[in-house]
Nanobody, 116 residues
Framework: QVQLVESGGGLVQAGGSLTLSCTISGNIFRVVAMGWYRQAPGKQRDMVAT???????NYADSVKGRFTISTDNGKTLIYLQMNSLKPEDTAVYYCNVRDGRNQDHWGQGTQVTVSS
């Protein structure tokens, strides 16, 4: 059974930094992409950053230059380094893996709160 567990969320002041981690366990049929998404209260879940199997990254415009996604070579860890955090970055952050069957696997989410 595939399991994704996020960690590293918390409360930080504007301008601060946090690093989120996602640990992946279980067998995933051919990882196509890995990424981070976030959902603020009353809003839809949006893409923050993704990396595909070829290593190409994609970032939401709102986080470009501030956030960096990375993975380990074994594709069992996903990181999101978040710098220069803003109050509008406050959300629940979810890690995601999409497999070769186009199935999405999600973690339970970790809360990030940025105070002004």
């Amino acid at each position: 059974q595939v399991q994704l567990v996020e960690s590293g969320g918390g409360l930080v002041q504007a301008g601060g930094s946090l690093t989120l981690s996602c640990t992946i366990s279980g067998n995933i049929f051919r990882v196509v992409a890995m990424g981070w998404y976030r959902q603020a209260p009353g809003k839809q879940r949006d893409m923050v950053a993704t990396v595909n199997s070829g290593g190409a990254t994609n970032y939401a415009d709102s986080v470009k230059g501030r956030f960096t996604i990375s993975t380990d070579n074994g594709k069992t860890l996903i990181y999101l380094q978040m710098n220069s955090l803003k109050p509008e970055d406050t959300a629940v952050y979810y890690c995601n893996v999409r497999d070769g069957r186009n199935q999405d696997h999600w973690g339970q989410g970790t809360q990030v709160t940025v105070s002004s």
